[in-house]
């Protein structure tokens, strides 16, 4: 059964990094599609940086700076590493993935399997 787990989140405070990972389960990463996406509160799922079939690396422009998408191929896990966490970084993690996509999408009704989620909140 195709699955993804993100792992990671948890209390972090302003100012410290965090790396999150996502490990794939009949998912082979290395020559396939990944996202990761955020949610915060009230707010719209936003994708914040991902990784395409070609293994090439995506970061949204407005996540520049504050986050570094990569992948351990033999390990069949991708990681996210926020920077400098910020209280507006406190969100669930959502790492997706995608069998057929040809390059990368940062539209998330273009992506088909979804993690469960790892939370991330954020003390000051």
């Known amino acids: 059964q195709l699955q993804l787990v993100e792992s990671g989140g948890g209390p972090v405070q302003t100012g410290e990094s965090l790396t999150l990972s996502c490990t794939a389960s009949?998912?082979?990463?290395?020559?396939?599609?990944m996202i990761w996406v955020r949610q915060a509160p009230g707010k719209e799922r936003e994708a914040d940086a991902g990784?395409?079939?070609?293994?090439?690396?995506h970061v949204a422009t407005f996540m520049k700076g504050g986050v570094t998408v990569s992948s351990d191929n033999a390990k069949n896990t991708a990681f996210l590493q926020i920077h400098n966490v910020k209280p507006e970084d406190a969100a669930v993690y959502y790492c997706?993935?995608?069998?057929?996509?040809?390059?990368?999408?940062?539209?998330?009704?273009?992506?088909?399997?979804w993690g469960q989620g790892t939370q991330v909140t954020v003390s000051s």
């Open positions: 997706t993935g995608d069998t057929v996509m040809n390059g990368f999408s940062w539209y998330l009704g273009a992506w088909t399997y």
């Open positions: 009949e998912f082979v990463l290395d020559g396939n599609a």
């Open positions: 990784i395409g079939s070609d293994g090439s690396p």
